[in-house]
């Protein structure tokens, strides 16, 4: 099992950028696919970027595309999700999440088995 730990979020006025990690520990091997994820107040819990760990290849939810960049660095074990032009409706805790199997373009949460605890971002004047 991997387990995963968020860390970046804050307050942020809108068109400000924010620059979440989430670093990986325990069977960081098992990670194939990692994953962002966000949930607003009484919201499902919905996709916001991918990325295979091996190949560095991305997916990116249409409302982020263009603002959003995920990324990752093999040698720190860590996955990032960079953003930029926030807007209030970025608002939400953001989760990283990993699959062990390929999962990009399965933007379902029930593809990925390990999550972290999240990290909240507020867009807000």
């Known amino acids: 099992q991997v387990q995963l730990v968020e860390s970046g979020g804050g307050l942020v006025q809108p068109g400000g950028s924010l620059r979440l990690s989430c670093v990986l520990s325990?069977?960081?091997?098992?990670?194939?696919?990692m994953g962002w994820f966000r949930q607003a107040p009484g919201k499902e819990r919905e996709f916001v970027a991918g990325?295979?760990?091996?190949?560095?290849?991305?997916d990116y939810a249409d409302s982020v595309k263009g603002r959003f960049t995920i990324s990752r660095d093999n040698a720190k074990n860590t996955s990032y999700l960079q953003m930029n032009s926030l807007k209030p409706e970025d608002t939400a805790v953001y989760y990283c999440?990993?699959?062990?199997?390929?999962?990009?373009?399965?933007?379902?949460?029930?593809?990925?088995?390990?999550w972290g605890q999240g990290t909240q971002v507020t867009v807000s004047a």
């Open positions: 999440a990993a699959s062990s199997h390929f999962a990009l373009g399965i933007r379902s949460p029930g593809a990925f088995g390990s």
């Open positions: 990325i295979i760990w091996n190949s560095g290849s991305t």
């Open positions: 325990g069977r960081t091997s098992s990670a194939y696919t």
